[in-house]
């Protein structure tokens, strides 16, 4: 049998272990100040005594369950308790101080519990937040089936891809019975399937509780040894860490590994079952103290799980149902599918239910059996009735709205379903459901951030903030959401939080901003002021938020950016050198200038070693106009290098010049696919690519069929926002063939080439032949010239807009070429002769002649 050997560390060993993770304040030092401040205890049974193990048989058990020398009580015995013929906590047990908490190698963090400290787990709910480092959004309790069984593989995989989804969110906590059997070995199984094969980054929470009595005699040695060297403060190293012990993951009732808490309930006694008030007051406390919702999923489960459920329903917590994974969840299942909203069922239609679905442990009630006697038979009567009126219990009018049901034949998604459920019944908290909506954001849940309340549905200060988190995240269904309620991405949420509270940041290092800051003399310097704090914010959440998270070792000769002029110089790398700065108004990445700088520099420091280097914070300031359309420019570019094609494809809509938008696209797409270290990155980008060609190729038909005259203009116009690039130099530099195949390219190609020739010059014979006849008499023969081509019928209204395009309030105007209007109706014969001479074909030709 293979041994998975897990070495329990002590307190020193901890500490080294989270400060290399980096993680959040120490569990040992979190539990031992509460042990201190709370007065948390134990309790042991003080029967037998590790003082006096010679007086008595060692090898009869005690009635807690535990063999004498397996005690831990170190004072004197009460040997008047074993005399007793029944185990009574009141007289077995004593208090002893808290000692058995810790954590094991594999980070997971444990404490051995005693369910009768008065505080419940209002202080214990506590340190688990501190450790994690958040708080939750939501709580979700999965119980059911403890030991082995059987689901059909389309529903074992729904199930499990969706809890494995929700335990991986953000602000998400589940709780299991910890163990390495039945459903909860099930879930962390495929939780930490889940994180590799999506790379997440994010750690579950995944809480087991679980009786301290329940898990195997070897867990609990070593779970107290190593407990007892942290309380003695007998440190180990981790190579001689061996005598501590060892987990092995394969016996049957120990913790399992994928779990990050542990919650080891103790009653004083061995093997005896607790029942579900531990767990139900450890979920109302979290939810109190943490304000958060929670809900219950039920999935198998025995005859003890309808306690499970009663107790969630009495206190208004959602319950869902998993129907058709066995025993009382069928039961349940069945009975909800049948009955109506009102309709309560029958106690025939329960007992036959039980028959079917849980027989094993339905005939372990039967009262006709034979060697019992009649206060057995009274007993298993009483508890048959107890168990069908629980049921019954279940469908009162005031419990049904709580109590939903998923099955896979009607429902699609495992998480849809958890959502309807905890949203039908929460509170009208404001908070909460600000909280609940971030929560619906990490779960990629659009359809609850579109049913938002009123009062939160123009509030734009936390559209900026759900926004941002919908960026971060990959939400490209929820960016489309904000975008179509008119959400201004340029309004960052760190803006936002600066005009409330009515401060601003001042770069103290930045001296033009000082100067700015320092010269509010009147409104208008006020209003520059604040527009320069917004572009400011907007790029650092931009480098900061957006780009430093991504992996940039997925790309040999591409790293994230980190500052603006680094931002500035990837652009050109991966758009092409012919592009302007996007940020700067002069060109900054020009090798005479680095060096220049570099070399004034180092002569600045030797001529005054005391004098301070010149300031270099001026160069990354965007000095360019920033606004709406250039924060839209920004994401997509940043979603085309992360490679969230849904998002780039939503956020190209919302950009004026969506054309050379996309082959900008193309173009970065096709560089970092021939950049990428792995085959499944390059491919992937290929594909990019090709999507980003195809938007742009089927916007130039549809503008040629509409309007060929300004689909050309559209070829050649200088665009300010990309860098004054034109649709032709991206398209030609990036060889995007089906672009440059269109006939909207033909065409500008064949009104530059010929200029003001008739477009026939070169199509038939006699057209030739005239035209070589020009070239040789130098165009003084005369010939039939007539402009470019016939009137375009133009709608004027289009081309007052593009006029007005064209003075923009800040000074942005659109530069034409080649393609405009320079016709006159009559040329006259000189006039004839310019256009003739004008034009790149001849041109062309005697250059070659010459």
């Known amino acids: 049998m293979s041994t998975n050997r897990v070495k329990t560390i002590n ?130 309790s999965c119980f059911g089936g403890a030991e082995n069984f059987v689901m059909t593989d389309t529903l074992e995989k729904e199930f499990m891809i969706g809890i494995a989804q929700a335990a991986v969110t953000e602000h998400v906590w589940l709780l299991t019975t910890g163990l390495n059997s039945g459903v909860s070995k099930l879930i962390g199984q495929y939780v930490h399937r889940y994180r590799l094969l999506n790379k997440s980054s994010i750690v579950p929470t995944l809480i087991g509780m679980t009786g301290w009595g329940t898990v195997s005699k070897n867990t609990r040695e070593v779970l107290a ?40 309930l103790d009653d004083g006694s061995i093997g005896d079952f607790i029942d579900d008030a531990p767990r139900a007051d450890f979920v109302d406390d979290v939810r109190h103290m943490l304000e958060c919702q929670s809900i219950t999923i039920i999935v198998e489960g025995g005859l003890n799980t309808i306690q499970v459920i009663q107790n969630d329903l009495k206190k208004g917590q959602p319950v869902i149902v998993i129907h058709r994974s066995g025993r009382i969840a069928n039961v349940i299942g069945t009975l909800l599918e049948s009955l109506g909203v009102e309709a309560l069922p029958t106690e025939s239609d329960v007992i036959k239910l039980l028959d079917q679905f849980c027989y094993k442990q339905w005939l372990g009630y039967d009262e006709n059996a034979s060697n019992i006697n009649e206060a057995e038979i009274r007993k298993r009567k009483k508890d048959k009735s107890d168990i069908v009126a629980g049921i019954i219990r279940l469908f009162r009018s005031d419990y049904r709205k709580y109590l939903s049901l998923f099955d896979l034949e009607r429902d699609s998604s495992l998480t849809d ?21 971030e929560l619906a954001i990490n779960w990629n849940y659009a359809i609850r951030a579109e049913a938002m309340s009123k009062s939160l549905a123009y509030d734009q200060k936390l559209y900026s903030r759900l926004f941002e988190q919908a960026l971060m995240k990959n939400r490209p269904t929820l960016i489309d959401y904000f975008l179509r309620r008119n959400h201004n991405p340029f309004l960052t949420d760190a803006f936002n939080k600066l005009s409330e509270n009515g401060r601003h940041i001042v770069d103290t290092s930045d001296p033009l901003e000082n100067r700015t800051s320092t010269n509010q003399t009147g409104p208008q310097n006020q209003v520059q002021f604040e527009e320069s704090i917004q572009v400011k914010c907007a790029i650092k959440f931009i480098l900061e938020n957006l780009y430093r998270p991504l992996d940039s070792k997925k790309f040999d000769d591409y790293t994230a950016p980190t500052t603006l002029e680094e931002l500035d110089a990837n652009h050109s790398r991966l758009i092409g050198p012919y592009t302007d700065s996007f940020y700067f108004a002069e060109r900054k990445n020009s090798q005479l200038a680095r060096n220049f700088k570099l070399l004034s520099s180092r002569c600045w420091t030797c001529e005054d070693n005391n004098m301070p280097p010149p300031n270099r914070a001026v160069e990354t300031v965007c000095t360019k106009p920033f606004g709406t359309q250039e924060m839209l420019r920004e994401l997509f570019l940043w979603s085309v290098y992360a490679g969230y094609k849904d998002m780039a494809f939503i956020l190209l809509l919302q950009i004026e010049s969506r054309m050379i938008a996309a082959l900008i696209a193309a173009c970065i797409a096709q560089r970092l696919s021939r950049a990428a270290d792995t085959l499944d990155v390059q491919h992937r980008y290929k594909e990019y690519a090709k999507e980003y060609e195809a938007y742009a190729t089927e916007c130039a038909k549809k503008c040629y069929e509409h309007n060929e005259r300004l689909a050309c203009q559209l070829m050649l116009r200088e665009n300010q926002i990309f860098g004054n690039m034109t649709c032709m130099q991206v398209a030609i530099s990036s060889r995007i063939t089906t672009f440059v195949n269109t006939n909207c390219f033909n065409e500008v190609l064949q009104r530059q080439w010929f200029g003001q020739l008739p477009r026939s010059t070169s199509e038939s014979l006699s057209s030739k032949v005239k035209f070589i006849a020009s070239l040789v008499t130098l165009g003084l023969i005369p010939h039939k010239l007539r402009k470019y081509r016939k009137e375009d019928e133009v709608i004027h209204t289009s081309q007052k807009n593009v006029k007005k395009q064209e003075n923009t309030p800040r000074g942005i105007y659109d530069r034409w070429k080649g393609v405009k209007e320079h016709t006159i109706e009559s040329p006259n014969f000189f006039q004839k002769l310019y256009y003739f001479h004008s034009t790149p074909a001849v041109k062309m030709f005697y250059h070659f002649v010459s």
Request: glycine share 4%; aromatic share 8%; net charge positive.
């Open 225 to 264: 040894k190593a407990a007892y060297k942290l309380c003695y403060n007998m440190y180990a190293s981790l190579n001689e860490s061996s005598d501590l012990g060892i987990l092995d993951y394969d016996e049957n009732k120990t913790l399992d590994r994928n779990h990050s808490h542990f919650i080891l």
């Open 417 to 437: 379903s958890i959502f309807k459920a905890v949203d039908s019944v929460q509170s009208a908290s404001s908070q909460q459901e600000e909280s609940f909506l």
């Open 11 to 140: 307190e020193n060993q901890a500490q080294t272990m989270l400060d290399m993770e980096q993680q959040k304040p120490k569990w040992v030092h979190l539990v031992s100040d509460a042990i201190k401040n709370e007065n948390w205890k134990s309790k042991t049974c003080h029967a037998y005594s590790i003082k006096d193990r010679t007086t008595t048989n060692q090898t009869e058990p005690c009635l807690c369950g535990r063999l004498p020398r397996a005690h831990s009580f170190d004072g004197t015995p009460n040997k008047d308790l074993l005399k007793s013929k029944k185990f009574n906590r009141q007289k077995f047990l004593v208090q002893k101080e808290l000692t058995v908490y810790g954590q094991i190698s594999n980070g997971a963090k444990f404490i051995r519990w005693n369910v009768d400290t008065t505080t419940r787990f209002q202080t214990l709910s506590k340190i688990i937040k501190e450790n994690v480092g958040s708080k939750p959004h939501l709580l979700i």
